[in-house]
């Protein structure tokens, strides 16, 4: 399920809102849900910092244990590592997000 609209941006009424993170919420009560979230190599922002916050309030505080991080644009990376990237990230956030 992809979710961007009932964290922010959305041109939703709160009743269709309302009704979207209930569904969001039935389908995180299954035992083997995990969030992903999909963030660009370079780019984790204070507005996704927002979303993780909504994730989590809406979540709750278990939601970081059932997320998984994936990145695109792998091809900046260069010849390096992500575990390399991810160490020496300016991006504090980034790095606590990770860890």
């Known amino acids: 399920m992809d979710t961007p609209a009932i964290f922010g941006g ?11 993170h209930k569904r969001c919420l039935g389908f995180a009560a299954h035992e083997h849900c995990v969030l992903v979230l999909v963030t660009q190599l370079g780019r984790y922002t ?3 910092r927002k979303v993780q916050k909504k994730v ?5 505080k278990g939601a970081k244990k059932r ?3 994936v ?4 091809e900046d990376l260069g010849g390096g590592s992500l ?3 991810v160490k020496t990230a300016e991006n504090g956030a980034l ?3 990770v860890k």
């Open 71 to 74: 990145f695109t644009r792998k």
């Open 95 to 97: 790095q606590k997000l």
């Open 67 to 69: 997320m998984m991080v």
């Open 46 to 48: 204070r507005e996704d």
């Open 83 to 85: 575990e390399e990237y």
């Open 56 to 60: 989590k309030k809406l979540f709750g």
């Open 10 to 20: 959305s041109q939703w009424d709160k009743q269709q809102l309302d009704k979207e």
